[in-house]
């Protein structure tokens, strides 16, 4: 059984007040569900105020990008030593934000991977193909180039840390949400992908979360697709309100 991750990507919101008023309110509703593993990614200026105050709860720590390399002359960049620091135990890789406006590529994707992995973060590495993709019928090939760069050279072993989140770009932010059974399908493509690539048991454990304008109204029929584990939650994971709802909906 695979237990589903409802993880919130804060983007570029929140300072540390508003992103201690978010965790709080987070934790006061959330009380003692365990449904899910439930995870924020603060910017990084809030990592450790959000940290100091999750430190004890269910609820887990991610960040939003990070760097190849442990530490040097890389100016404005942040490694994985620090995100550990700050209480990390997450982190988003290839975001399609980071692809599109910050020059990420397949190749950089895979080398935050590994080096995430080596030092114990569990990345939630993100792939999804554009409109102008779909609508060439290039969904499957986008995905699969995606997948085959973002995994090269990943031992069996540190599969058991990785999540895979499924965002298709037109779905982001923009309130198009993919109808369940097209994300199902995809998923379903990204588990038989898992399953040639590593094998059948590394595919039916790792996690492939579904992100693209989740809400409360349509988490629960996304979630109940079989090869849909979690969410990916941009602009409803900025309100309790609606990132608990999420939770609770998402899960049967
Ligand atoms: P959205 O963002 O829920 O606002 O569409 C999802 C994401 O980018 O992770």
């Known amino acids: 059984m695979r237990v589903p991750i409802i993880a919130g990507n804060w983007k570029m919101y929140k300072t540390m007040g508003e992103a201690m008023g978010l965790v709080n309110a987070i934790k006061k509703s959330l009380g003692s569900f365990d449904k ?7 910017p990084f200026t809030a990592l450790n105020t959000v940290y100091g105050l999750i430190e004890n709860s269910m609820i887990k720590l991610g960040a939003q990008n990070l760097l ?18 700050c209480g990390c135990e997450y982190v988003i890789i290839g975001h399609s934000e980071r692809r599109q406006y910050f020059g990420e590529t397949n190749e950089t994707v895979n080398k935050k991977m590994k080096l995430a992995l080596d030092m114990g973060l569990m990345p ?9 993709d779909r609508e060439a019928n290039k969904t499957n090939a986008v995905i699969e180039a995606q997948l085959k760069g973002a995994f090269a050279d990943i031992s069996n072993d540190d599969m058991a840390n990785v999540v895979v989140a ?10 198009k949400t993919a109808t369940p059974d097209m994300a199902q399908a995809v998923h379903k ?19 492939i979360l579904y992100g693209g304008s989740v809400k409360p109204e349509n988490a629960k029929e996304l979630m109940a697709q079989d090869d849909i584990d979690g969410g990916l939650i941009g602009g409803a994971s900025l309100k309790a309100e609606s990132f608990i709802a999420i939770a609770r909906n998402a899960i049967a």
């Not at 190849?68 to 490694?79: L, M, N, R």
Request: hydrophobic share 45%; with cysteine; charged share 20%.
């Open 189 to 207: 493509f990204i588990r038989t992908w898992l399953t040639s690539n590593f094998n059948a048991d590394i595919a039916e454990a790792t996690r």
């Open 36 to 42: 899910a593993e439930v995870v924020v990614c603060p």
């Open 124 to 132: 939630i590495v993100c792939v999804g193909e554009t409109l102008a």
């Open 68 to 85: 190849w390399e442990k530490e040097g002359a890389f100016t404005g960049e942040i490694s994985p030593v620090m995100l550990k620091d």
């Open 166 to 175: 499924y965002e298709p770009v037109w779905g982001i932010g923009t309130g």
